[in-house]
């Protein structure tokens, strides 16, 4: 599985062992400097103060990633299967199905890391082949073993390395310093710490913070919770409620917590090869999650 570690593997080949996996934003290719500048890319970065516009079911916000009719495989099987979706700024997706389903290969497929094998996929108005702007995409894959006690790095080091694509940036990049943004996640008195001596939960909310440091416009997050407490849960939905309302910070994330991410998201997309829902949480038909999961799955609307 993905490590949050490590630069970017733009070979659009098979998940490389784990220090390989980028965190986007923090990595594309020396090969792919220079070209942020010449980059169409459709969105803008909304200037400072200026009202996020969070998108509502419904809404007409700019297209921030166009998935049409997406299919892929692995060899002779198949993973996705004419998968269409978009997503606008400001929306919250989150993205459940059983394991297997095909989650992680969408998100590194929307990502540009796997080439489908049929469909496009556009990231802010662009051709994701062409797209270069990396810095304005945070992502955090799905997580792997806790780094261990050695990991030659602080905390705010790891941080840092969020940072490595804006270097090239175009003067629209406004990233956070690495204190900022692990502010966010309410870690910034552990910056000095090695990474390998915090927790597997702690961990993961610097990997957050990592993600965040550019100040990136869409966030893309596989099971970022998974080993994350309660509380530091409660924290985590309320920072992006936050920036999805100021920033109109788009998320995509990936949830084994069907009942939670209702709760949370503007959208939902069940995905099991093929789409079998994608809407409001509230318009779900009451069957559609027991043929998703091939039993019965509650889902409860609350906010916690
Ligand atoms: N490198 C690979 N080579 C071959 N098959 C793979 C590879 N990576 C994933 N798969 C297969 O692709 C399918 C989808 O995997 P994927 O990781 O996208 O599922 P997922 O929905 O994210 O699962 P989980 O909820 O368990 O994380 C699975 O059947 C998996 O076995």
């Not at 009719?69 to 269409?84: N, Y």
């Not at 929307?110 to 051709?127: A, I, S």
Request: with cysteine.
């Amino acid at each position: 599985m993905a490590s949050i570690l490590g630069h970017a593997r733009r070979d659009r080949g098979e998940p490389g062992p784990a220090p390989d996996e980028p965190v986007r934003g923090a990595g594309a290719p020396a090969g792919d400097r220079g070209a942020d500048r010449q980059a169409g890319g459709g969105g803008r970065r909304a200037p400072a103060g200026e009202p996020g516009g969070a998108t509502r079911p419904g809404s007409t916000g700019p297209l921030v990633v166009e998935l049409e009719d997406v299919a892929f495989a692995h060899g002779a099987d198949p993973v996705l299967d004419g998968v269409s979706l978009t997503v606008r700024r400001g929306e919250f997706l989150g993205l459940v199905g059983p394991n297997g389903s095909g989650k992680t290969t969408l998100l590194r497929v929307l990502l540009g890391l796997l080439e489908p094998t049929r469909g496009r996929v556009r990231l802010f108005g662009q051709d994701v082949r062409a797209f270069r702007q990396w810095w304005r995409v945070g992502y955090v894959p799905q997580r792997p073993a806790a780094l261990a006690g050695g990991f030659p790095a602080t905390v705010e080091e790891v941080v840092a390395t969020g940072l490595v694509a804006i270097g090239r940036a175009s003067a629209a990049a406004r990233p956070r310093s690495p204190r900022e943004a692990l502010a966010l996640v309410g870690m910034e008195h552990l910056a000095g710490r090695p990474i390998g001596r915090l927790s597997g939960g702690q961990q993961q909310r610097v990997f957050l913070a990592r993600a965040l440091v550019g100040r990136p416009e869409l966030l893309v997050l596989d099971e970022p919770l998974e080993g994350v407490d309660a509380a530091t849960q409660d924290r985590f939905y309320r920072l992006l409620r936050e920036l999805r309302e100021r920033d109109g910070l788009t998320v995509i994330m990936v949830s084994h917590d069907v009942g939670v991410v209702s709760a949370e998201v503007t959208t939902l997309a069940c995905l099991n090869r093929r789409l079998f829902f994608h809407g409001p949480p509230e318009r779900l038909a009451p069957g559609t999650m027991a043929e998703l999961y091939g039993f019965p799955v509650t889902t409860v609307r609350h906010r916690h």
